[in-house]
């Protein structure tokens, strides 16, 4: 498994933007599809975005699409997402997730996919 820590939650207002960043550490990261979920107040986690190990092939969730954008950087072992246009609706804690995988072109979706999580980071959106 690889380690993962998030960061760059906070409070921001519905209009807003912010910038995760998850760092990994303890396998080849470029062996890693990488993923971002989130998990709001009284619902299940669900999928946000998801990019692929060389970074080439990206997918979201439809209600960010247009809005948020993932990407990574394998020499630094960091995946990121940047959100705009945030809304209260966005309000979670986020979670990066890593799903090891010998095909290049792959994309992950379910939650099973991910063997990997981070302890979570917290975005909060006012209205």
């Known amino acids: 498994q690889v380690q993962l820590v998030e960061s760059g939650g906070g409070l921001v207002q519905a209009g807003g933007s912010l910038r995760l960043s998850c760092a990994a550490s303890?396998?080849?990261?470029?062996?890693?599809?990488m993923g971002w979920f989130r998990q709001g107040p009284g619902k299940e986690r669900e999928f946000v975005a998801v990019?692929?190990?060389?970074?080439?092939?990206?997918s979201y969730t439809d209600s960010v699409k247009g809005r948020f954008t993932i990407s990574r950087d394998n020499a630094k072992n960091r995946v990121f997402l940047q959100m705009n246009s945030l809304k209260p609706e966005d309000s979670a804690v986020y979670y990066c997730?890593?799903?090891?995988?010998?095909?290049?072109?792959?994309?992950?979706?379910?939650?099973?996919?991910?063997?990997?999580w981070g302890q979570g980071t917290q975005v909060t959106v006012s209205s």
């Open positions: 997730a890593a799903a090891f995988s010998i095909g290049t072109g792959r994309l992950y979706y379910e939650i099973a996919d991910f063997d990997s």
């Open positions: 990019v692929s190990r060389s970074a080439g092939i990206t």
């Open positions: 303890g396998r080849t990261f470029s062996n890693y599809v």
